[in-house]
């Protein structure tokens, strides 16, 4: 078991990370929503940068996030094992890395204009990791179950 400082602090750098991966994912589906709408191709070639830029930028934290709460849940296995919250709360970070991954072909598809989709499936799309945050944050907090 680490020294409860060192968990600490991986527990704080994980939050830190956590965050700025969400940061992420909240707002590559909101260029996704101007992309679908935009026009001109100038403006859809900027936008594709951007989408390509932000997510390259955010997939780091999405790789600390977990690699730092696997090492929490290694840390703390023997508390955490007969807990059901910790596998709900595993089952949606695996969720949201496939949400992720997802966004990441999402990029490719408008970098290589090919989108298909209107601009009201992205602005409901662009709510899905909102719904993850919350059972997330209500799971670790309140351990309800």
Request: glycine share 6%; hydrophobic share 55%.
């Amino acid at each position: 078991m680490a020294s409860p400082t060192l968990y600490l602090w991986i527990k704080a750098l994980h939050i830190i990370f956590m965050v700025c991966w969400f940061a992420g994912m909240f707002y590559l589906p909101r260029l996704f929503v101007n992309h679908a709408m935009a026009e001109e191709a100038g403006t859809r070639s900027q936008l594709a940068i951007m989408e390509r830029k932000l997510y390259r930028f955010v997939t780091p934290f999405a790789w600390l996030t977990i690699g730092l709460g696997l090492w929490m849940l290694w840390a703390g296995w023997e508390s955490f094992k007969g807990q059901s919250w910790v596998w709900i709360k595993l089952a949606l970070v695996v969720v949201l890395a496939g949400y992720h991954a997802y966004c990441g072909r999402l990029v490719r598809i408008f970098a290589e204009d090919r989108n298909l989709r209107s601009h009201v499936f992205y602005r409901w799309f662009n709510e899905f990791p909102v719904l993850v945050l919350f059972g997330s944050v209500i799971l670790v907090v309140l351990k309800p179950f």
